[in-house]
């Protein structure tokens, strides 16, 4: 089988852009605790932690994602770096960002619960001449928000948040108006990872959300009349669950572009509780104010997706068994460990009129095995079978061609349902229709 890219620190590829997909980062970039906001030139930006190994959570620098339509994704890299901070050269877990006055303001928080801020006259930064922000007990996870009348709150906190007024300095919190336990574990669900906005006159708070299964793979929210609250919980935005086996954490936050609202939020790849991605969906709220649960897509912001369309299998929005995904080279990624009876969804694709054969990428292993390409409910709408013979002696990746038992139209999810004897079955690396 292949060597794939495991235990060890991931070299970001060279990367100008992506097409819109979930996940909105191409392979080999790993960006989570997505913190989105709209700026005045009209883009959509994107601050998060950068994940670079199984190992450990997070890195040394962040970079930014940005979108002018929320298809088109860009990055810009090294915004921030630790080692350039004179008070502490820690790892940097999540980040957020501000504007005021002409200039950006990047908060963010170290792995020994210290937090700063660093400024720019650019969203894309450089971000510098940081600075330690004081706070009367540790943290991480920042979030600032400023409301209507321009007064800037400080949030921070995990299993209990906490809230203050920003001083006018953007750089300073007003320690006598500091309220701890505005949301708690116990009482709201909330883990870690605070975002606050403010719609028609309700204050929403979203975090990570412990709820089920006992870890915080949700992101929820409570909502209040007032920063400090007190605060309602209010339910579940989305759940991460079955993004990976050993999927962990989310982190996230809520955002209005061009009058639609999306949540963004982050899976874990590798089998690991790190290696996370950004991905983004649509949200829609109903009229007393909730928001409603959304799932889990590879379509994210875009639509159904056209069936032809080449898919990468790392695009998978559900995972069930064994199988995760992993990087095998630096820029490319694959579905690894395939077990009999694993399963892998993508939601949506649109058949057009009718396709009528399937186009499969992958890697034998030892045993091979078999794919069954499901529509929509998982034990009906079997497309075909796709068998996939036992490695060669040279190895390395094939290319197949099955044709569909029946023509397939319309919008459907697509499932995997992948078959075979022993732990050595194969990988997929992508498949399109025909």
Not at 30 to 42: E, F, L, N
Not at 119 to 148: A, N, Y
Not at 231 to 247: A, E, K
Not at 415 to 421: E, S, V
Request: glycine residues 8%; proline residues 6%.
């Amino acid at each position: 089988m292949r060597t794939c890219i495991v235990g060890c620190i991931l070299a970001a590829l060279p990367f100008a852009g992506a097409v819109a997909l979930n996940p909105i980062v191409p392979p080999g970039l790993y960006i989570a605790d997505p913190s989105a906001h709209v700026w005045k030139d009209g883009k959509v930006y994107v601050y998060g932690s950068k994940d670079e190994s199984v190992n450990y959570y997070c890195s040394w620098e962040y970079h930014a994602l940005w979108s002018s339509d929320m298809i088109n994704w860009r990055v810009d890299r090294h915004i921030f770096s630790s080692r350039d901070v004179g008070f502490n050269d820690n790892l940097l877990y999540a980040p957020d960002c501000q504007y005021r006055a002409g200039k950006y303001y990047l908060y963010f928080c170290n792995d020994n619960g210290e937090e700063g801020v660093a400024t720019s006259p650019s969203p894309s930064g450089p971000f510098g001449d940081s600075r330690r922000i004081e706070l009367p007990r540790k943290g991480i996870d920042p979030c600032v928000f400023i409301d209507d009348d321009g007064q800037g709150y400080y949030i921070w906190g995990q299993f209990s948040a906490k809230v203050a007024r920003l001083k006018p300095s953007m750089t300073e919190i007003d320690p006598a108006t500091v309220h701890d336990g505005v949301v708690t574990e116990k009482e709201h669900f909330f883990h870690e990872g605070a975002y606050m906005i403010r719609r028609n006159g309700i204050y929403y708070l979203i975090y990570a959300d412990i709820s089920r299964a006992n870890r915080p793979s949700c992101l929820g929210y409570s909502t209040a009349a007032s920063p400090f609250g007190p605060f309602t919980y209010r339910g579940v935005i989305i759940d991460d669950d079955h993004c990976d086996p050993l999927n962990w954490t989310n982190h996230g936050s809520l955002v209005e572009f061009n009058g639609q609202w999306y949540v963004f939020y982050h899976r874990s790849t590798h089998n690991s509780v790190m290696m996370r991605k950004p991905c983004v969906e649509p949200v829609r709220f109903s009229a007393d104010g909730a928001i409603r649960e959304v799932e889990m897509t590879t379509q994210g912001a875009e639509g159904p997706l056209d069936a032809r369309r080449k898919m990468d299998a790392e695009r998978a929005c559900l995972l069930s068994g064994s199988v995760y995904v992993e990087a095998c080279t630096p820029d490319n990624e694959m579905l690894t460990s395939i077990r009999n009876d694993d399963r892998a969804a993508y939601k949506y694709l649109d058949f057009g009129t009718g396709m009528d054969s399937v186009i499969v990428r992958v890697v034998p292993g030892r045993n091979g095995g078999r794919i069954r390409l499901v529509a929509d409910q998982f034990w009906h709408g079997e497309m075909c079978v796709v068998n996939i013979p036992p490695r060669k002696e040279a190895g390395g990746a094939i290319t197949l061609r099955r044709k569909l038992d029946r023509p397939v139209n319309g919008v459907h999810a697509l499932w995997l349902h992948f078959l075979g004897q022993g732990s050595d079955l194969f990988d997929v690396d992508w498949f399109e229709f025909k």
